[in-house]
T-cell receptor
């Protein structure tokens, strides 16, 4: 069964610094997708970035990049130049290509950006 | 393009009642998924609909049901509400219902409180 682990319940970072949020996953399916979402206190889940299991390069989207290490089954999110508005919960999620299409989410990391 | 919309945003019910939540997907999206988010259990998949058919279902009791209309709008219903049903219910839409890379975009959620 697929599983997502986020070991950092909370993180602090200074404004303008970079921060890495950890995510490890477990799956026996060779084809899968990894997603990161941001959830502000308002509750809406905002899609940030996607990485496919067969993608050769790490995904990047503006200030977000994904450090994908397939052999280690890790997909860490890197946020560069943190801003106060980045303070939120961050969820790593995975979907396998076969079987059920549901996203499996990790427990999340609460990021607080300090001025 | 308008995002996923959910109504109502907040709802207060008492035990034993039933409730219907509504979700309108992004225009052109045909797949709608529902998730329940609680502090204790995190984000859990309820079900997915595509072309008015339930494609996948999570491990929830039969009190939780849903449907999808021909315009892709979806509703979920919870009958005989229990205190444990208090949660944020998130709806997500995506273009199709295949492949690991099909990104799900979430709505703002409906916060249900059961008294």
């Amino acid at each position: 069964a697929q599983k997502i682990t986020q070991t950092q319940p909370g993180m602090f970072v200074q404004e303008k610094e970079a921060v890495t949020l950890d995510c490890t996953y477990d799956t026996s399916d060779p084809s899968y997708g990894l997603f990161w979402y941001k959830q502000p206190s308002s509750g809406e889940m905002i899609f940030l970035i996607y990485q496919g299991s067969y993608d050769q390069q790490n995904a990047t989207e503006g200030r977000y990049s994904l450090n994908f290490q397939k052999a280690r089954k890790s997909a860490n999110l890197v946020i560069s130049a943190s801003q106060l508005g980045d303070s939120a919960m961050y969820f790593c999620a995975m979907r396998e290509n076969t079987g059920r299409r549901a996203l499996t989410f990790g427990s999340g990391t609460r990021l607080q950006v300090q001025p | 393009k308008a995002g996923v919309t959910q109504t109502p945003r907040y709802l207060i019910k008492t035990r034993g009642q039933q409730v219907t939540l509504s979700c309108s997907p992004i225009s052109g999206h045909r797949s709608v998924s529902w998730y329940q988010q609680t502090p204790g259990q995190g984000l859990q998949f309820l079900f997915e609909y595509f072309s008015e058919t339930q494609r996948n279902k999570g491990n929830f009791p039969g009190r939780f049901s849903g449907r999808q209309f021909s315009n892709s709008r979806s509703e979920m219903n919870v009958s005989t509400l229990e205190l444990g049903d208090s949660a944020l219910y998130l709806c997500a839409s995506s273009l199709v219902s295949q492949g690991a890379q099909d990104t799900q975009y979430f709505g703002p959620g409906t916060r249900l409180t059961v008294l």
